[in-house]
């Protein structure tokens, strides 16, 4: 199978590139490799995917929002099914630098989308966002539940995508599925991430910053149980039968929440932290952030029941793995 994974540089994308190159997929990779945050971290994981996969690993550098250099890219090069994992991330950036949502996510996803209309794929899953349910206190969130109050710009982008979505469903009968992810942590993970912002702090001697004095929880899933659910997504196209979809929608388009369907409180995620790295952690408490939300919990009831997904890793086991993967890569 040929895959177009866009964001291939970026945490999930690169993890999923990987996965597919062992399998034996050929991946063309598209990735702006933008300095949201560091790059060189970015080079690194395109380094390590193009060892793997050797001439089954093509990569262009260009801004996938640009419709002209991405159908120059893509010229003559067959493409079967996308994985649309690029975009801005990030709840907090949004608030200074709006522009870069409303370019990547909004435009960008449209050029995708029209991309894989006129190239007829087969499949396209995209990333959409936990994010989508805003301050919804009604727990776990389900794919059922509103998702019209947006909490962040970022929220609103992702729920944006979804709907564009559903009108390419719709008109082109393109089959689509959006997956709603809960925060991904794991080994080569995004630095402005609490994971890895916690790590290394405590390891620095630094003090954390702990917001809404530690009354947060989030559905925290690990990076493999993630690529197993996107790639269980990938390999089964929505069907264009007229039945309703997890969603609601009729048209070939699902959405799904993708989590670990576990609701753990922050702070036991930093006594964990602490604990590989032997260090307690200087804790700085402070209030609720504009555009965030005190707890995120997946009801996975739908992916669960169509495609099996199943995670299986448990924080207790991916916090030890996340800081022996961030020890060793930066040698402390």
């Not at 996510?105 to 995708?112: E, Q, R």
């Not at 609701?263 to 590989?276: F, R, S, T, W």
């Amino acid at each position: 199978m040929r895959v177009l994974v866009t964001g291939a540089a970026g945490f999930i994308g690169y993890a999923l590139t990987r996965a597919l190159l062992a399998r034996g997929d050929v991946v063309i990779g598209i990735d702006c490799v933008n300095d949201y945050y560091q790059v060189s971290l970015k080079r690194d994981r395109l380094a390590a995917l193009a060892k793997a996969g050797g001439n089954r690993f093509t990569f262009h550098e260009i801004d996938f929002s640009d419709m002209a250099a991405l159908n120059a890219a893509l010229e003559g090069q067959e493409i079967d099914r996308i994985a649309h994992l690029g975009a801005q991330a990030g709840v907090r950036y949004s608030l200074e630098n709006p522009q870069a949502y409303v370019q990547s996510n909004l435009a960008g996803h449209v050029n995708l989308l029209e991309l894989a209309r006129h190239r007829q794929v087969q499949h396209m899953v995209y990333a959409s966002s936990s994010s989508v349910y805003g301050g919804n206190t009604k727990l776990p969130f389900a794919v059922e539940d509103r998702t019209d109050h947006p909490v962040s710009l970022y929220a609103a982008t992702k729920r944006a995508d979804e709907l564009m979505s559903e009108t390419y469903a719709h008109l082109f009968r393109l089959p689509l599925t959006g997956l709603r992810f809960f925060t991904v942590y794991g080994p080569w993970g995004r630095p402005d991430m609490m994971m890895w912002i916690f790590t290394k702090a405590i390891l620095a001697g630094q003090p954390i910053p702990v917001f809404n004095n530690g009354e947060m929880s989030r559905d925290f899933t690990y990076i493999d149980d993630i690529i197993a659910g996107v790639i269980a997504c990938l390999d089964n196209p929505t069907p264009d039968d007229g039945l309703e979809k997890a969603g609601g929608s009729i048209k070939p388009h699902r959405l799904y929440n993708i989590g670990n369907n576990k609701c753990e409180q922050l702070m036991k995620v930093v006594g964990l932290i602490e604990e590989c790295c032997g260090k307690k952690a200087e804790i700085d408490f402070q209030p609720m952030q504009p555009g965030d939300v005190a707890a995120t919990y997946a009801d996975i009831s739908a992916i669960q029941s169509d495609l099996g997904y199943a995670p299986t890793t448990s924080i207790e086991v991916g916090v030890p793995g996340f800081v022996a993967w961030y020890r060793g890569y930066h040698g402390v």
